[in-house]
Structures are given as structure tokens and as C-alpha cells.
């Protein structure tokens, strides 16, 4: 079966990036959303990214408008009866999820592929709520999506190798690289990452060095185009945070303990870049060391 059209369940952040580099490399795109106002906020995402590319002179306008025509707009998840493959990038809630896959498991038809973008559900647990255990897949894209090329691609316990084979081809398509995981907490990248992150928030405890040289030494020493601690301002501490719980939970290794400064700092409600303070102070419009908290 050739795989023409796609549907993305979810048009906020990610959906929206995945729903881009869909179109922009070929394929008709279904985005699907709860509401109109939504499917819309997701596509204005997408046509002001695609603006910067031509204003850099990497698309042209005719690509442009080829790109943003492959896309349909959808609230209703009874549109996955007209596609050959499904992405979902919905919110991260098992309960959600599985609404989800039940409902496009009897929509879609019997030989089309779900593929979950999720970061710390099991495939295992989503694909067992189908009948369709050997044709679903984590398919987890990292953000920025248009920017970031790996995507990790997750094999449950039942996933077929033609289901495998077929998801690698359309992210390939989508000028991605993969990689094949198994199906465990944090899959490779991030719990391999909240390893390092767990030594750098030891260090910071530890007194090894204030927070801002740590940024320093991993950006300059090992060439991380940012810093943990400016990261977790990035991407917000609760986000973080809920990833070492979850691996926490998942392996019972007390490497991926939360650390105690993360936990107060969320507790505190200082989640970052979002609330204007998290490990730096952003309430300038710069970025500033905190001199209001007692570390
Ligand atoms: N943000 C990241 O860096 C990142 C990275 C990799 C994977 N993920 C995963 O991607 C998924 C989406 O994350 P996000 O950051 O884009 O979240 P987001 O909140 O920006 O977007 C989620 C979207 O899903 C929509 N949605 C919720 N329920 C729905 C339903 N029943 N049907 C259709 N749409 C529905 C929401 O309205 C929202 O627009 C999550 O599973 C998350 O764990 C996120």
C-alpha cells in the first residue's frame, strides 16, 4: 500500500510542526483538532514558520502555497476513513489517547498504521486498546520538529516488521533520520538525557559549580547549543520534571530520582520562560541570573 494521505491528531505544537514537514515533502495532510479555532491557531503556526523559509529564501512563495494546499482541515475523526496512515500528537493522557484509537481503529481501514507521538505513554498499552496490535507504532518526533531530525521509532511487543518498515519510509520521506527503540520508559534520547541532566542538577546541589557555569562548561565543553539549565527554562521545569517521575516510576533506579531544587522550583511555580522566572530571570525581556532565591 502506498501512503498518500495522513492524518495528525493534534494541531498544537507538535501536530502542527509534524503536519508541515508532511506537506512540505509531499503528502496530502489531514490535520484534525476538537475545534476549528484550533485546527486554525495550528495551520497559522505552520503558514508563519513557512514565511520565515521563504523570507530565507529556503522555499519559494509557489512552494509555499503548495504546501499549506496539501493540508485539510478536519474536526471530525471520521476523516481517518479517507487516509492510509495516522499520527497522533493529541494531548499526553493515556484516557485521551485511548478515546482516540479506539474511535480511528474502527474508522480507519483495517491495513492503515497508527502511530502515537507520545513521550512517556507505552506503545504496548495504546496499541493493546486497537485490534490492530501489529500495525501501531510510537513514531516520537523532538521539537522543533521542522528543525530537529531524529525521530525515535518505537517497536511494541506486537509491531510488525512491514509496520516498522513503512514508518521508517515516511519519515525518511519527511527528511528525517531513525532509529529503531524498544518499547521503555523515556525510550533512548530522553532517558539518556535525564541521566545527564540528574548529574548536572547533582552538581548545582553539590556546589561543583554555580548553575550559570554549568551552562557555560556544557555549551563550550561539549558543545550543546544550550545549557541544561537554560534548556529546562526552554522547554518548562513541570515538562522536566514529569519526565524523571515517569522514568522514575518506570525503572525504580534512583539516577532518575526528581531532583529536590527541580521539585521546589515547580512548587515555587517558577516554571520558566513561560512565567517569566524559572532557573534564569526573564522579567527584563533578557535573560538574567536569579538573585531572589536561595538555592
Ligand atoms: N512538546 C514536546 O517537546 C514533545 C516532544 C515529543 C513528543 N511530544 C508529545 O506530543 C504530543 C503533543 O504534544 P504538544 O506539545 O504538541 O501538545 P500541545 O498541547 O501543544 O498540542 C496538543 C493538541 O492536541 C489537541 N487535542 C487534545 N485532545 C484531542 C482530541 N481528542 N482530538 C484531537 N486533538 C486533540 C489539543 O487541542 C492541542 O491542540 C504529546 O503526546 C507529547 O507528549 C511532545
Known amino acids: 500500500m502506498e501512503v498518500k494521505r495522513i492524518l495528525v491528531v493534534g494541531a498544537g505544537l507538535m501536530g502542527g510542526g509534524i503536519a508541515q514537514v508532511a506537506a512540505q515533502n509531499g503528502y496530502e495532510v489531514v490535520l484534525n ?3 476549528m479555532e484550533l485546527v486554525e491557531r495550528g495551520l497559522s503556526n505552520i503558514e508563519k514558520n ?5 523570507k530565507k529564501e529556503k522555499m519559494s512563495a509557489e512552494e509555499k502555497e503548495q504546501t499549506l494546499a496539501r493540508i485539510s482541515k478536519s474536526v471530525d475523526l471520521a476523516d481517518g476513513g479517507q487516509v492510509d ?37 507505552p506503545i504496548n498499552s495504546l496499541a493493546s486498546v486497537t485490534k490492530r496490535p501489529d500495525r501501531f507504532i510510537g513514531m516520537h518526533f523532538f521539537s522543533p520538529v521542522p528543525v530537529m531530525r531524529l525521530v525515535e521509532v518505537i517497536r ?30 523515556g525510550f533512548l534520547v530522553n532517558r539518556v538525557n535525564a541521566a545527564f541532566r540528574a548529574e548536572c542538577y547533582q552538581c548545582l546541589l553539590e556546589g561543583v559549580a554555580s548553575l550559570e557555569d554549568i551552562d557555560k562548561a556544557i555549551k563550550l565543553g561539549l558543545n550543546h547549543p544550550m545549557g541544561p539549565f537554560e534548556l529546562a527554562d526552554f522547554v518548562g521545569l513541570e515538562i522536566g520534571l514529569n519526565v524523571f517521575r515517569t522514568l522514575y516510576e518506570g525503572y525504580k533506579d534512583p539516577k532518575f530520582k526528581p531532583p529536590l531544587l527541580l521539585e521546589k522550583m515547580v512548587q515555587c511555580g517558577d516554571l520558566g520562560r513561560k512565567t517569566g522566572k524559572g532557573w534564569y530571570d526573564y522579567t527584563s525581556g533578557e535573560k538574567k541570573p536569579r538573585t531572589d532565591i536561595n538555592l
Open 85 to 121: 496512515f495516522v499520527i497522533e500528537a493529541a494531548f499526553e493522557n493515556y484516557e485521551v489517547k485511548k478515546e482516540i484509537f479506539q474511535k480511528l481503529d474502527q474508522i480507519c481501514r483495517p491495513e492503515v498504521i497508527l502511530a502515537s507521538n507520545t513521550s512517556s505513554i
Open 33 to 35: 483538532d476538537v475545534s
Open 156 to 185: 511494541a511487543l506486537k509491531t510488525s516488521e512491514e509496520t516498522t518498515r513503512i514508518t521508517e519510509e515516511i519519515a525518511h520521506r519527511m527528511k528525517k533520520e531513525t532509529v529503531r527503540v524498544k518499547d521503555v520508559p
Open 50 to 54: 513557512l514565511d520565515g523559509q521563504v
